[in-house]
């Protein structure tokens, strides 16, 4: 009975060490991979990011001299032309300072007509001349002065545009300087701040070309130049501005709206357009391919990708002597694997 068992035992042992003999794979097994030839070419590959739309000019206005807010005339969304009123002040502590400063004038004139008139007649002296010359100087300029001030206590359009910002209301004082509207100019063109890495800023120069499109518009491609590219970095996101000038081709824009950018730089760089398939360990801009050496050996090269076209994708650091990649078959791969390549 023992012996039976122990015969049944050793029976199953070898009919298992016979079935994991026949399903082992052949340790000398090379894989069979497709290869393509590879070129390289001057292309102008576009920097993509995105921006947000503004005015071409956008400016900041406020009072000259500080008081009270009498009157605002325009509010946020409010188009308006060139010379109109937009906020005044309350003019009374101001209309009081031009009529001191013009009586004082008034005076120093009186006070210069009478120096000259003795002075003429060797009653008064030369300095007594000077001394009224000069008093009429100062009284002459404490009234330009005061008539600027008035002047500027009122804001008035400086062109054509939109009121983008009210910042102030009636009855608030507000200080000198102190801006009470955003105002944005109106033309016929346009600006997008899109803010660019490192990386791409140093392709990019003004008078590249680009195109921009918004989702108020879809499918519309909006033509545009970029006018200036930042030589800092922002401090509060590590990019670098760059600003394009856009037509808006007689659309209805509206300055915040979010644009998806394509910036084709003028200068081309030599890069090399291969199957997406050929590469692999993809991390980013980053990435690998292979290639097959003269003894049949897989060779593994590190490759940055620029960007993705459909089924291929434009690389850069190819080394110049390989001119033939793997295009199928690269994912089994590994360094100094032996290959088949087939047709």
């Known amino acids: 009975m023992k012996k039976s068992v122990l015969y049944g035992y050793f029976f199953l042992l070898l009919l298992s060490g016979c079935r994991n ?9 090379i894989t069979r991979v ?14 993509h990011s995105s921006g947000i739309l503004a005015s071409e000019e956008e400016i900041k206005l406020s009072f000259k001299t500080g008081g009270i807010v009498a009157v605002i005339n325009a509010e946020e969304g409010y188009k308006v032309k060139k010379g109109d009123i937009l906020a005044s002040l309350n003019l009374s502590e101001i209309n009081a300072n031009v009529n001191l400063a013009g009586n004082g004038h008034e005076k120093a004139l009186r006070d210069w007509t009478r120096a000259k008139s003795l002075y003429n007649d060797t009653v008064a002296t030369l300095e ?3 001394n009224a010359t000069t008093a009429l100087n100062v009284a002459k300029s404490n009234l330009e002065i005061a008539r600027f001030n008035l002047i500027h206590s009122t804001i008035k359009a400086p062109s054509d545009g939109i009121v983008l910002k009210q910042l102030v209301r009636e009855n608030e004082m507000v200080g000198a300087g102190y801006p009470v509207f955003l105002f944005g100019t109106m033309g016929k063109y346009w600006k997008v701040r899109s803010g660019l890495a490192d990386r791409d800023v140093v392709r990019i120069n003004p008078g590249d070309s680009a195109v921009v499109v918004f989702d108020a ?43 998806a950018v394509d910036i084709y730089p003028a ?30 050996s897989a060779i593994r090269h590190s490759i940055e990708i620029a960007s993705i076209r459909g089924s291929e994708a434009v690389i850069a650091g190819i080394p110049e002597d390989v001119t033939e990649i793997v295009a199928e078959g690269a994912a089994y791969l590994k360094e100094g694997m032996k290959v088949e390549i087939v047709k």
């Open 21 to 29: 003999d026949a399903v082992q794979k052949p340790k000398n097994e």
């Open 34 to 47: 497709k290869i393509v030839s590879i070129t390289p070419e001057d292309l102008s590959i576009s920097v």
């Open 128 to 130: 007594q001349f000077q």
């Open 217 to 259: 518009w879809p499918g519309i491609k909006f033509p545009a130049v970029v006018d200036l590219v930042s030589e800092m970095a922002s401090p509060m996101t590590g990019t670098y501005e760059t600003e394009m000038s856009l037509d808006g081709m007689g659309y209805r824009l509206a300055s915040g709206f979010v644009a």
């Open 267 to 296: 200068k081309r760089q030599t890069f090399v357009m291969i199957p997406v398939g050929a590469i692999t360990g993809a991390d980013g801009k980053k990435g690998f391919i292979w290639s097959v050496s003269d003894s049949g």
